[in-house]
């Protein structure tokens, strides 16, 4: 009798046959899948600068594709910040006349600065579009093809070039939002100028955590657009990368900084080095070009580290993703199985 008991203990069995000692294991196997990390963004960065200095005779080549683009980003900058254009001057006071009808003045410095800066930005952005929907997206497709090693460059273009223009809609809508909330909080007043002060100060923060999570899933969008090109159209590939970052955007946030600060550390180098030279007139203009020329293809370096980047840290949320649904069918079949045997 008493061996009858610990056998029935020890051997459970279901009315379909099946053994279930190891049950307990398997179900610490499914919740060790559910319990499954986001891989660290330290290691998706290891990741990423292996492969680029694996790869590096593939990313000279895609650095080339890009040089047009980053020398034309690197000019246009420098050209909008040494002298006001038509087009940035345009852009600048239909900026302040928004910002005064809001109720902000242009002596408030935030906002003063922050009305010069967009000016700038859109101005270059609009006198660099023909290279950023050409080398470009041209770059971030042959980079796509080496990593993914699917299909031919052309297949991607497409895609990325699509998506891209959706991303340019989303990043306007963006700003817009960002503004749209500014307005809305500074119609109730400010009791005094501390308070106004703390307004400010916040309102930086706000948007630049608002522009850094609108760059980051234009970044992931223009990835995920290559892998399902033709599934529900190009906008919701951008809904596709915020639901892949639900949860993922500090690791997203503190990938996208090392190469944001790489980019922002080259153009305050082409500043010093080629357009202080060029109005200081302190050396030879053909020295000045070809220093010029090598800081433009170093841009262009950190801009297919970048997709490198984007490319890996889509690959380890759609693994993650796949780990957690695995994870939650083999927590239920495990349910399945035992209330199978005990009812």
Known sequence: MIYYTRTLFEKPHSRFGGSFKNTPSKKKIAKTRMKKTMEDSSKIMRRSIHTFLQNYHHATTAAAIVLPFSAALLLSQAFFSYSFSSSSSSFHMRLNTLFHGAGFTSSLDFFNTLSIKLSQTLSSSLLTLPFSLTFFLFS????????????????????????YVCNSLFLLSANASAFALFFYIASFGFSSRNVYTLFTLASAIIYSIILANAYVVSNLALV???????????????LKACLLIRGRASTALALALPTNLGLAGVEALFQYRVVRSYYKEDRDVTLIALEGTF?????????????????????????NDEDQKKGREDEYSIKIQICGTYC
Do not use: E
């Open 295 to 319: 800081i433009a293809y170093l841009y262009a370096l950190f801009l297919v580290l970048d997709t490198v980047v984007s490319f890996l840290f889509y690959q380890s949320c759609v693994k």
């Open 140 to 163: 971030k497709a042959y980079v796509i093809k080496l990593l993914s090693n699917k299909h031919d460059s052309f297949y991607y273009y497409l895609p990325l070039l699509k998506t």
């Open 224 to 238: 995920s657009s290559t892998f399902s090109p033709s599934s529900g159209g190009y906008t919701t590939t951008i």
